[in-house]
């Protein structure tokens, strides 16, 4: 028995490794503080779900990752956010590179209005990734596998992005992220304007997805964060309250805030 619980934690601590880790965070919009020290390793092919009430910072944290703050001019980041070994917020970093390392899915899915092809091959181009036309062609099929809807749209690549379901679009949107070769994908509330059948959809993939790519979910479904993720973090009022793996955190979360948010009793 207690060879098994050594056995268990040796593997628990292999498959952690941070592939990011924030330290110290403290995020301001103008005079008001709305992320406050916080501190969180992000363990690499994992999903890491960032949940909390309405207004806690979760998206805010969660922005931080690929600087997509910086787009907001009343927003500043101090402390240190490390990924592959670097500051992210160095001066040195070219925040469009990071952003293809590091890719977005928003909360409402929001193809361009081009084909669906465009739609994942227009980051490969930007980026100058595909050398010819049939590499791009390959890219953009291997895409839209990864994301589960090739099948689904083999038949009409050239149509609009925006004629797809809201569920198939946000794939769509899941397949442009993965076209640039990301490593880490961050997903805000990804399944939050759609149904049940299309959100277990992508539940699933992200389960599938995680074997090549690490994910960060911000997600308001307690639910849906113990179904999809191997790490939870509770926010609470801008502050990290407790991080830890999901079934704990779940089951016998350390704080009593955590305990009265997962009971219903906060939010
Ligand atoms: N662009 C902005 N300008 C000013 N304040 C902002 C901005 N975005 C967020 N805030 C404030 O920062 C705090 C955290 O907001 P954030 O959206 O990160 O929380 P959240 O936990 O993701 O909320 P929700 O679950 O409702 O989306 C809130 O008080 C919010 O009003």
């Known amino acids: 028995m207690e060879k098994n619980m050594t056995e268990e934690k040796t593997a ?44 806690c910072g979760k998206s805010t944290f969660l922005r931080c990752f690929n600087r997509m703050n910086d787009t907001i001019d009343s927003c500043r980041v101090t402390g240190d956010i490390q990924f592959a070994g670097q500051d992210i917020y160095s001066s040195k970093v070219d925040v469009v590179a990071l952003r293809s390392r590091i890719g977005m899915v928003f909360q409402k899915a929001n193809p361009f209005p081009k084909s669906i092809f465009d739609n994942v091959a227009y980051g490969p181009r930007i980026h100058g990734l595909a050398e010819t036309k049939d590499h791009l062609e390959d890219i953009v099929i291997t895409s839209l596998r990864r994301a589960g809807l090739y099948d689904e749209v083999s038949d009409r690549l050239n149509e609009p992005g925006t004629s797809l379901s809201g569920g198939q679009q946000q794939r769509l949107c899941i397949a442009r992220a993965i076209a640039v070769d990301p490593q880490i994908i961050l997903m805000d509330e990804p399944c939050s304007a759609l149904d049940p059948i299309a959100t277990a959809i992508i539940e699933n993939l992200m389960d599938s997805m995680k074997e090549k790519y690490t994910i ?47 009971s219903g009793r906060i939010g």
């Open 216 to 262: 960060v979910i911000v997600t308001h479904s307690m639910q849906q964060a113990a179904r999809v993720s191997q790490q939870t973090a509770f926010f609470h009022l801008g502050e990290l309250v407790e991080s830890g793996a999901t079934e704990s955190i779940f089951t016998n979360p350390a704080q009593e805030r955590t305990q009265n948010y997962i």
């Open 12 to 55: 628990q601590t292999d498959a952690s490794t941070p592939i990011m880790t924030a330290s110290g965070v403290d995020v301001f919009y103008g005079k008001k503080q709305a992320i406050k020290n916080v501190s969180l390793d992000i363990p690499e092919n994992q999903i890491t779900a960032l949940i909390g009430p309405s207004g």
